[in-house]
């Protein structure tokens, strides 16, 4: 059993940062490829990013890539999401996820363990 609080939401202007954090409870955290979703008012949550359960593997939304990096300190049972350049689209709650596979982890049905979703507002 895992369980996920995010933090680090907030208000932001366009072109500014946020670093999001994920707090994961258990001492199998690190046994989980974890990742991190968004959903943005009327729309259908979507992949952002995920990571293995090592740090060693990354992926990334191309509407993300070379924007926000995913990392994770396992000693802290903690992952992050450093999100730069941000803009109006990026505007959503975002939500990390715990996963016990290490493949297909663009897909939101391999994920076992959710969080409860953080608020991050970016104004143009």
């Known amino acids: 059993q895992v369980s996920l609080v995010e933090s680090g939401g907030g208000l932001v202007q366009a072109g500014g940062s946020l670093r999001l954090s994920c707090a994961g409870s258990g001492r199998s955290f690190r046994n989980y490829a974890m990742g991190w979703f968004r959903q943005a008012p009327g729309k259908e949550r979507e992949f952002v990013a995920a990571i293995s359960w090592s740090g060693g593997d990354t992926d990334y939304a191309d509407s993300v890539k070379g924007r926000f990096t995913i990392s994770r300190d396992n000693s802290k049972n903690t992952m992050f999401l450093q999100m730069n350049s941000l803009k109006s689209a990026d505007t959503a709650v975002y939500y990390c996820?715990?996963?016990?596979?290490?493949?297909?982890?663009?897909?939101?049905?391999?994920?076992?363990?959710w969080g409860q979703g953080t608020q991050v507002t970016v104004s143009s």
């Open positions: 996820a715990a996963s016990g596979s290490s493949s297909r982890l663009l897909d939101q049905q391999v994920y076992d363990y």
